[in-house]
C-alpha cells in the first residue's frame, strides 16, 4: 500500500516518532513493551486495569472511563542493549562472535484522552508496538543464515469508551500502522571459494501500512479492586520494495527486482488486575500472551528472477506462543511522591533448534522502579527504570532444503550461544486540563 496522502496528513503526529532508532525488542520476539514511563517502572504490571493518564489507552481503551477532562501524555524511554552471539560455523571449523550488535534507542510516545460525558471518552495514541534492528557485522563467519534484519513500526490509535454502569466499560479502536523492514544475509569472509566472499545471498526491504483492531473492558468489582482484559488483532504487511542477491540471480548478485515480503504482526491479548490494599499501597498484576505462532517463515515474491520468481522462503523462523507474568506495586508516599515497582518473566518466543543469531530471542526477567511526582494539582511527573536480564539461550542454525542456494551451502552450519542484558530509563510528563 503506497499513500503518499495519508502520509502527509499524520506528519505531524508521526513527527514525535522520526527520531525513533531501533534495536533488539525488550520483549517477546521483536515486540515492543515500552509503551510509557509509568509503567516502566512497575515492569508493566497492572497495565490493562490501570489509568495514570491518558497512556493508559495503549493498553486497554476502556480505561479512558476512568480519566477525568482532557490530558495529555507524552514521554519516552530510552533503551541500551548489551547482546553478544558467539559460535562455531561448521565449515573450518570457525569460532566466531559478535558483540553488542544491537544499537542504543530511544522509544517516544503521545497520548491525548478527552472526556466526552459521564458515558463516553474518546482518546488518540501514536507509538510503537513492534521493532528490532540487528547488524552482526561482515566478519561474523555465520553470515550466510542473515547478517542483518529490521522490523521498524510506528502506529497511530483513534480509540472509544464508553461506561455501561458503575461497574462494567468497554472500549475499542482502530489501529494505523506504517511499517518498513529488511533481512539480509551474505557469503561469510571465511568462505574458501575464490571471489565469492561477501557476495550477497538473500536481501530484500520493503514497507506497507496497514490497519487493525484493538478491544478492551474493565470491571470495577469494589472501590478497590478491578480487572482489565484488552485483545489486540494480528495486523498483516506486504513489505513491498526490492531484492536482490544470488538466490535471485546468481550470474548478477546485485541486480534489483521489484518484489515484496510477507510479515504478520501477532494478536496480543492481556488479562490484569489492580488491588488498593489501603490509602498508601496498591498491587497489580498481567498476564500477556503473544500468538508468536503465526511468525513461522519469512516468504518473499519477487518478479523477473531468473532463478526464483514467484514466492520464496528467506528465512524459516518456527516460532511458538509466548507468555509474560508480571507483578508489582504503588506506594503513596505523600501528597507529592508516588513510588512504583515490579517485576515480570518473559518467556521465549522461540526453541533452540530454531532460534537465530539475527533475532536471538530468549527468556528475560525484569526488575522495575519508577517515581511519580506531582507537580501542581494539573501537572505530573513520571520516571521509571528497568534491568533486564537475559538468560543464555543456544542456537542451531543449519540446512533448511536440498536447494543448491541453501545458506549451508555457503558456509556451512553455526552452532551458538547468545547473552545478553539491557536497561531502560524513561521519563513521562502528564497534563490534566
Known sequence: MNNNKNRLSLAIALGLLGSVTSTTSMAAGFQLAEYSATGLGRAYAGEAAMADGADAQWRNMAMLTYLEGTQ??????????NIDVEGVSSMGPTSTK????????????LYVSHRVNEKIAIGFAVGTNYGME???????SATNFGNEASVITKEINVNMAYKINHQFSV??????????????????????????AGTTLKYMEGTDEAFGWQVGTAWQINDANRI???????????????????????AVPTAKYNGSMELALPATAELASYHQLNDKTAVHASFNWTDWS??????????????????QTLKQENWEDNYRLAVG??????????????????????????RTATIPETDRLWLSIGAGYTWSDNLTLDAGFTYIFAKDAKMHEGRESKSLTDPANFGGEFNGETTGSVWLLGVQANYRF
Open 294 to 311: 503465526s511468525f513461522e517463515k519469512l516468504v518473499s515474491d519477487v518478479d523477473g528472477s531468473p532463478l526464483s520468481s514467484g514466492k
Open 98 to 109: 559478535s558483540e553488542d550488535f544491537a544499537h542504543d534507542a530511544f522509544i517516544p510516545n
Open 228 to 250: 482489565g482484559f484488552t485483545y489486540k488483532s494480528e495486523v498483516n504487511l506486504n513489505l513491498e520494495g526490492k531484492a536482490n542477491g544470488f538466490a535471485f540471480n546468481p
Open 329 to 354: 506495586a504503588t506506594y503513596l508516599l505523600n501528597q507529592k511522591v508516588t513510588l512504583r515497582t515490579g517485576v515480570a518473566y518473559d518467556t521465549s518466543a522461540v526453541s533452540e533448534e530454531n
Open 171 to 196: 472500549g475499542g479502536g482502530v489501529r494505523y500502522v506504517i511499517a518498513e523492514g529488511s533481512f539480509g544475509a551474505i557469503v561469510p569472509e571465511q568462505f574458501v571459494i575464490p571471489n565469492t
Open 134 to 140: 540487528t547488524d552482526l557485522g561482515d566478519d561474523f
Open 72 to 81: 495529555i501524555s507524552v514521554g519516552g524511554i530510552y533503551v541500551n542493549p
